[in-house]
């Protein structure tokens, strides 16, 4: 099992983007799924959070402006990232709390990352 993002790239300030993360491989269970981003210098922090059954939850810095959305059924997660700014430039990782057909029990899962550049 893997995680596949996509929709990285190199965008104005106050522009957007739209990232996508799919599940490759066959899995019986899928929980909270989620992105992350990690600036030059920084950790990598949790930015958006869509668990299972419940509603989407922000860090600050992107409420408002950031939306995750999930379809459980074609086991992917998304982001679209609205009036972005500089400081937004990082890369972005997709992560899922996924459970493999040949395993009782959740772990959690990463993407490979995705850069995003904001910038003029």
């Known amino acids: 099992v893997q995680l596949q993002a996509s929709g990285g790239g190199l965008v104005h300030p106050g522009g957007s983007l739209r990232l996508s993360c799919r599940v490759s491989?066959?899995?019986?269970?899928?929980?909270?799924m989620r992105w992350y981003r990690q600036a030059p210098g920084h950790q990598r922090e949790a930015i958006a959070t869509?668990?299972?059954?419940?509603?989407?939850s922000y860090a600050d810095s992107v409420k408002g402006r950031f939306t995750i959305s999930r379809d459980s059924a074609k086991a992917t997660v998304a982001l679209q990232m609205n009036s972005l700014k500089a400081e937004d430039t990082a890369v972005y990782y997709c992560?899922?709390?996924?459970?493999?057909?040949?395993?009782?029990?959740?772990?959690?899962?990463w993407g490979q990352g995705t850069l995003v550049t904001v910038s003029s």
């Open positions: 491989g066959v899995v019986s269970g899928i929980g909270a």
């Open positions: 869509f668990p299972s059954g419940g509603s989407a």
């Open positions: 992560n899922m709390d996924l459970r493999p057909v040949t395993s009782v029990s959740f772990r959690e899962y």
